[in-house]
């Protein structure tokens, strides 16, 4: 029997390895540990062949490996997302390993270690070597060696202080002087133990005289609500020593053992008793046209259209329920993970400990076991972001995404998959329904839900028949004209500020970009701040006193002059949330006010408190990224404030625009959520840019109609198909050369002309991490044609001896910078 394995590496293929009789039972989806080269590698059993043929290899004279080891006896990767994962390998043009890879949790993986013993041989060896003066590494190796009697690879490095011993250790196999035997280091992530007490089953021994300390500890063990209580609660609660409960096991009162812990991540949640809301008449014919769907039990995409308000968390949560109480599962996505608690506090009151998350802020031990409890099928509700599509559910019946629009949905490194899409195509794979819900849907929703792909379902009303937020745009040019230089702030924006909190109503400030200063520069000469690494400007952040780049982050102290001119005229140019939170202060001293963006949500918790603040109205003023825009409930908000979008709609990127009017429409959405009136002021220099127009109308039609005219005059999804390839190397005449061939080769390879391939031209960033970054993007309404012509390229590429590993693929890319 022959095995296939998938390397979580960098590499497209699998490998073929031959299967002992002593792993006859082995099952794809299991763990293995295999030979690659000259060390052990753990990867995947993806695949089994009765022999050579089946599995694709015809030539006798070809060597096959024998599998080493397997870790599972029953699959850690399930038949269906090991279908899943080959899906999102072919179609996003990812390595497969590292892809099944992404679906386990952090740190689960063991890790294969060399151990090394001395032989006899070794032994003369040493006492030969022992005559020189100097002894070499070789010799150091054997003298450890037999000193301990074996010693692994890792040990030896660190006991000698050298990278070496690993190349050495074949060299001194091969004269004998040592032997290698292969072992597994444990996992980085295990299951949790505490140590318990409880009863003893068996009778307890003839002698009956107890100690009043002994006598309470019995006392309590009988009268707790559980049959075994923690070994450190029994003494927190008995006021005990630890050596009165082991005299008690000694004398067979009492057992002690060991028993799994959950590392619960919800556990600080204050959790309020579940409220059932009643539905309105449009969110219940929602409802029921979703329930009709999940009643055919086949593969069914609903686009739940609501603007801000309307209330589609709770028919999501109702069409969870139906899921839910005929034994099936359900599977909820958020864009971010800041939003997970906001939810997961509203699910854990409807489904309680049914329900698990799963993000990548929780702690590996957290992960792990949530995890296991969707495995095992004690959870059937799983919540988190992005990776949670690849939660280990159990007859999967129904997935939402929420704000399906989100860009965050996207991973930018490798497997790059979209999780909205890889969800849509899980929930067909298992016959099961998917929501995507947003106010703001992505072009490609709407498009598809318009041709008929997808049901349309809309909620066009808030809740309580409240009205939407009135929108105002406010023309910066006049602005600067009326006061003669540029301002952060119009009179109109603190004007309001200050009036509304007056009434002793909140506002929320909104800055699409974090830091004090987006760059520094010299008034002397003009010189700029940049990253060594990346072709962009430092920014500046005051907390930390440094400049910093947020793409590597590369930091650097603040310069007193400027290193090109020694002039000492500093500037700090524009403006960040941070710089906005200080001058607002500066303005509003009597005001509480607190930022939330990336640099103040780092520490655990923090987002939470924060926005806990906000809603308990300890906070009057709330300054923040895009991190504000997304799915937050404050009746007392009845003011939003966008400072600049202009940024924004100057990126060089097809979905400029589309961005622009989602984020603005969201964020207007925070406003007016209760019984008051909510108002909404947007600062620009481009006012009459349709973006902002329609976003004032909050008008997504209107939006949608307009943008889809562009993209179909300028040949972008949703119309056509996007493939990006980035060259990228430190020599900028490599990256130049090797675009220069794959774009050649995409052309010539392109038999049918059915695809548009444009460039290669400098990325918009054009160095990165050191790199230097073309860009090849690839147009084709034929999906099939554009794989071909790719595969094409790529075995080029390799009969070349060219390196792929400097080429990035990425299939429907979200950011073309």
């Known amino acids: 029997m022959f095995v296939e394995v998938a390397l979580p590496y960098h590499v497209l293929q699998t490998f073929t390895y031959a299967v002992p009789e002593r792993f006859a039972n082995l099952k794809c989806g299991a763990r293995v540990l295999v030979p690659l080269g000259n060390k052990l590698v753990v990867g995947y059993a993806v695949g089994l062949h009765n022999d050579l043929n089946d599995a694709g290899l015809v030539d006798d004279q070809i060597e096959i490996k024998t599998l080493e080891d397997v870790f599972d006896t029953e699959p850690i990767v399930s038949e269906e997302l090991l279908e899943l994962s080959k899906w999102i390998a072919d179609y996003y043009y990812a390595p497969w390993g590292e892809v099944i890879r992404a679906t386990l949790p952090t740190g689960i993986n063991a890790e294969p270690e060399s151990i090394l013993s001395i032989t006899d041989k070794g032994r003369e060896t040493l006492e030969k070597a022992a005559e020189r003066a100097r002894p070499t590494l070789a010799t150091r190796i054997l003298a450890s060696l037999a000193e301990n009697g074996s010693l692994s690879v890792r040990a030896l490095t660190r006991k000698l202080g050298n990278d070496r011993i690993s190349s050495l250790q074949r060299q001194l196999a091969e004269a004998g002087d040592i032997t290698i035997a292969r072992s597994l280091l444990p996992p980085a992530t295990r299951p949790k133990f505490e ?103 086949n593969h069914n995409v609903f686009l739940l259209h609501g603007v801000t308000g309307s209330g589609k968390t709770e028919v999501y949560i109702r069409a969870m329920q139906e899921v839910v109480s005929r034994g099936q599962s359900a599977l909820m996505m958020v864009p971010e993970i800041s939003l997970t608690p906001v939810f997961s506090r509203r699910l854990r009151a409807q489904f309680g400990e049914n329900i698990a998350i799963l993000h990548s802020s929780l702690s590996d031990g957290e ?139 909140q506002t929320m400030v909104l800055l699409n970009r974090r830091g004090y200063s987006p760059s520094v520069l010299c008034r002397s000469c003009g010189n700029s701040s940049r990253c060594p690494n990346c072709d962009v400007a430092l920014t500046y952040h005051r907390h930390k006193a440094r400049l910093i780049c947020h793409y590597c982050g590369y930091e650097t102290f603040v310069p007193k002059k400027c290193p090109m001119c020694d002039g000492l005229y500093i500037h700090f140019l524009g403006e960040g949330t941070e710089k906005i939170e200080a001058l607002l202060s500066q303005m509003h001293p009597e005001m509480r006010i607190a930022r939330l963006d990336r640099d103040t949500t780092r520490r655990r918790g923090a987002f939470e408190q924060i926005l806990g603040s906000f809603a308990a109205h300890e906070l009057d003023l709330l300054v923040g990224t895009q991190m504000i825009a997304k799915g937050h409930d404050y009746p007392n908000v009845t003011l939003v404030c966008v400072v600049s979008v202009d940024g924004g709609l100057a990126l060089p990127d097809f979905r400029a625009a589309e961005r622009t009017f989602q984020l603005l429409t969201q964020v207007a959405g925070r406003a007016g959520r209760g019984d008051k009136g909510g108002r909404v002021l947007i600062q620009s220099y481009h006012p009459d840019h349709y973006a902002l127009e329609y976003a004032r109308e909050q008008n997504y039609e209107k939006f949608y109609e307009r943008e889809i005219t562009f993209r179909r005059g300028m040949h972008f999804p949703p119309l056509v198909a996007l493939i990006n390839l980035v060259i990228h190397h430190q020599e900028y005449n490599t990256a ?82």
Request: proline share 4%.
């Open 367 to 505: 992960r792990y076991d949530e995890w296991q409890r969707l495995r095992s099928g004690e959870s059937r509700v799983c919540i988190g972001a992005r990776s949670a599509v690849f939660a280990p559910l159990k007859d999967l019946g129904l997935i939402v995404v929420d704000e399906e629009h989100e860009s965050s949905y996207k991973q930018e490194e490798s497997p790059s998959y979209h999780g909205r899409d890889v969800g849509i195509v899980r929930a067909m794979k298992c016959n099961a329904t998917i929501i995507l819900g947003s106010a703001t849907p992505s072009m490609e929703s709407f498009h598809n839900a318009h041709s008929g792909k997808y049901h349309y379902l809309k909620l066009d009303e808030r809740i309580g028949g409240r009205k939407l937020a009135s929108v105002e745009i406010i023309d910066m040019r006049e602005v600067f004209k009326r006061q003669g230089k540029a301002q952060t702030f119009s009179e109109e924006v603190t004007e309001a500020i200050t009036a509304n909190y007056a009434r002793g109503e």
């Open 195 to 297: 140590s318990a007490v409880r009863i003893a089953s068996s009778n307890a021994p003839g002698i009956t005289t107890l100690s009043e300390k002994q006598s309470r500890v019995l006392d309590e063990l009988k009268s707790g609500p559980s049959d075994q209580i923690p070994f450190a609660d029994l003494q927190r609660a008995t006021g005990v020593s630890a050596s009165v409960i082991n005299t008690l096991k000694k004398r067979g009162f009492v057992e002690i053992f060991d028993r799994p812990v959950r590392r619960d991540p919800l556990s600080h949640l204050s959790v309020s008793s579940n409220q059932q809301l009643v539905l309105n008449p449009r969110q219940q014919a929602v409802l029921d046209e979703i329930n009709a769907g999940l009643n055919t039990f």
């Open 736 to 817: 130049s050369q090797l675009a220069a061939d794959v774009a050649r080769l995409l052309r010539e390879g392109d038999t049918e002309r059915r695809l548009r391939v444009l460039g290669p031209a400098l990325a918009p960033l054009a160095r990165l991490r050191g790199e230097h970054r073309f860009q090849i993007l690839i147009k084709t309404a034929n999906r099939r044609v554009a794989r071909e012509t790719l595969d094409r390229v790529m075995i080029s590429l390799r009969s070349d001896g060219q390196v792929p590993r400097d080429m990035t693929i990425e299939v429907d890319p979200i950011n073309l910078m």
